[in-house]
C-alpha cells in the first residue's frame, strides 16, 4: 500500500519562481520526514529533513512546511533556479525506530525554465 | 571517501539467469538498504540490514535474496530474473535505522529480457 502520496508528478516553473510539492502520509506513527533531490542518472541524495516537534524548517532556498493535524508536509523551493531541475522525493519513516521502513513518495519532476 | 559503490553499473539478462548485485560502503554505517526505482513508482524497499549479521524484508522481497557479508558489504541476489525485475537498483546505507540520512550509491540499471 501507498502509505505517502507526492503530488504533483510533474511541475514547470519559471526562474525566480517558488516550486510547491506535497506529500501526506497516512501513518500517524511517522517521525522522521526527508525530502530527497535526484539528478538524472544519479542516486538520491538528502535535501532537508523535518521531525514533528517544528512547523517549518528553513536551509537557504528550501523549506518544509509540516503540517501534523492535516497529515501534510510540502517543500517549497524558493527563487528556482535552472540547477534546480531534478526528481524530488519526499519520504516518512518512524526515525525513532532503528528497525522501521523509509516510505518514499512517488517523485516530482521539477523542470525549471530559464 | 568513496561513500556507496555499486557494480555492475548496468546488466542485461534473459529471463532465468541469475545474477548478484554488489554493493560496498566506506563510511562505518551500521545499516544498509537495497531499493528499487520504477517510473511513478518512486523508490521501494526490497530489503534492509540493520546492523551486520541481520536482514529484514522491505515492501517488494519477492524474488530476491540478500547477504550481509559483513559491516561493508551487502549483496543483493536475483536467482531467477523476471521482466518484472526490470529496473534501476539502488544501494543506501546509514549511520543507525531510518530516522538518519541515507546515502545512496549510483545505481544499477537492469534490464530482463
Known amino acids: 500500500q501507498q502509505q505517502v502520496k507526492q503530488s504533483p508528478q510533474s511541475l514547470i516553473v519559471q526562474k525566480g519562481g517558488i516550486s510547491i510539492i506535497n506529500c501526506a502520509y497516512e501513518?500517524?506513527?511517522?517521525?522522521?520526514f526527508p525530502w530527497y533531490q535526484q539528478f538524472p542518472g544519479k542516486g538520491p541524495a538528502l535535501l532537508i529533513a523535518?521531525?514533528?516537534?517544528?512547523s517549518e524548517k528553513k536551509e537557504g532556498r528550501f523549506t518544509i512546511s509540516f503540517n501534523k493535524s492535516a497529515k501534510q508536509f510540502s517543500l517549497h523551493i524558493m527563487d528556482s533556479q535552472p540547477g534546480d531541475s531534478a526528481t524530488y522525493f519526499c519520504?516518512?519513516?518512524?526515525?525513532?525506530?532503528?528497525?522501521?521502513?523509509?516510505?518514499f513518495g512517488q517523485g516530482t519532476t521539477l523542470q525549471v525554465k530559464p | 571517501n568513496a561513500g556507496v559503490t555499486q557494480t555492475p553499473k548496468f546488466q542485461v539478462l534473459k529471463t532465468g539467469q541469475s545474477m548478484t548485485l554488489q554493493c560496498a560502503q566506506d563510511?562505518?554505517?551500521?545499516?544498509m538498504y537495497w531499493y528499487r526505482q520504477d517510473p511513478g513508482m518512486g523508490l521501494r524497499l526490497i530489503y534492509y540490514?540493520?546492523?551486520?549479521?541481520?536482514?529484514d524484508k522491505g515492501e517488494v522481497p519477492n524474488g530476491y535474496n540478500v547477504s550481509r557479508l559483513n559491516k561493508r558489504e551487502f549483496s543483493l541476489r536475483l536467482e531467477s530474473a523476471a521482466p518484472s525485475q526490470t529496473s534501476v537498483y539502488f544501494c543506501?546505507?546509514?549511520?543507525?535505522?531510518?530516522?538518519?540520512?541515507?546515502?545512496f550509491g549510483p545505481g544499477t540499471r537492469l534490464t530482463v529480457t
Open positions: 543506501a546505507s546509514s549511520e543507525y535505522g531510518p530516522g538518519y540520512e541515507q546515502y
Open positions: 501513518n500517524t506513527a511517522f517521525d522522521y
Open positions: 523535518i521531525r514533528p516537534d517544528v
Open positions: 519520504a516518512a519513516s518512524r526515525g525513532s525506530s532503528n528497525t522501521g521502513k523509509l516510505i
Open positions: 563510511m562505518n554505517h551500521n545499516s
Open positions: 540490514s540493520a546492523s551486520e549479521g541481520t536482514t
